[in-house]
C-alpha cells in the first residue's frame, strides 16, 4: 500500500513541472522535427518526467539514440486522451487494490470512471503508433511498445535496455 500512496505522491508533485529550457534543447537534439513535435504535444509535467528519465538514463552511461528518443517519448500516447488529475489517481488506486477490476476496467473507450485505467493500460500502444507514423526507428517504437510490459513476457535484443528504461521511469 505504502507504493500506492508513494506513486499519488509523486503524480501530485509532478503536476506543477515544467521541463527545463536545457532539457528541452537536449530534446530536439535527440528527437526528429516531427518527434519533436509528438514531444511537444505533452502537457508541461509530462514533458519534465521524460526528460528526467532521459537524464537519468545519460547519467548511468546510456548513450543509445533511441533509448534516449523512447525515454522522451514513452508516455506521449497519454496526448490521445488528457486526463483530470483524480482520474489518474483512480486508475493508480484501483489498479493497486483491485487489480481484477483494473484488469476488466482498462480496455474499450477511456470514458466514464474507467478512462484512467483505459488510457494508463493503453497509452504504451497508443504512443508506439504514434511515433512509428512520425517516422521513428523501430526499435524506439518497440521500447515504447512494452514500456509498461512484464518485463519476464517480453523478449528481444534490448531487454536489458527495456528493463533499464522501466527502472528509471519507476522511480522519476
Excluded: C
Excluded at 500512496?5 to 529550457?21: H, I
Excluded at 514531444?39 to 528519465?53: D, G, K, N, T, Y
Excluded at 483505459?118 to 511515433?131: D, L, N, S
Amino acid at each position: 500500500m505504502s507504493q500506492v500512496f508513494y506513486r499519488l505522491d509523486q503524480f501530485r508533485r509532478a503536476r506543477t513541472d515544467t521541463p527545463s529550457s536545457v532539457g528541452l534543447a537536449r530534446a530536439a537534439e535527440i528527437l526528429s522535427p516531427k518527434l519533436f513535435d509528438l514531444f511537444s504535444w505533452m502537457l508541461p509535467f509530462e514533458q519534465a518526467h521524460a526528460i528526467r528519465v532521459m537524464e537519468v538514463l545519460e547519467d548511468a552511461g546510456h548513450d543509445d539514440p533511441d533509448l534516449l528518443a523512447a525515454a522522451l517519448l514513452h508516455d506521449v500516447g497519454k496526448v490521445r486522451h488528457p486526463l483530470h488529475p483524480w482520474e489518474r489517481g483512480l486508475a493508480v488506486l484501483v489498479k493497486a487494490i483491485l487489480p481484477g477490476a483494473y484488469q476488466k476496467w482498462s480496455g474499450g473507450e477511456p470514458d466514464g470512471l474507467r478512462a484512467g485505467m483505459v488510457v494508463a493500460a493503453q497509452h504504451a500502444a497508443w504512443g508506439a503508433e504514434m511515433v512509428a507514423e512520425a517516422g521513428a526507428d523501430p526499435k524506439v517504437v518497440w521500447l515504447i511498445a512494452n514500456h509498461d510490459a512484464d518485463l519476464g513476457a517480453v523478449s528481444g535484443p534490448d531487454a536489458d535496455k527495456l528493463g533499464e528504461l522501466q527502472r528509471v521511469d519507476a522511480v522519476s
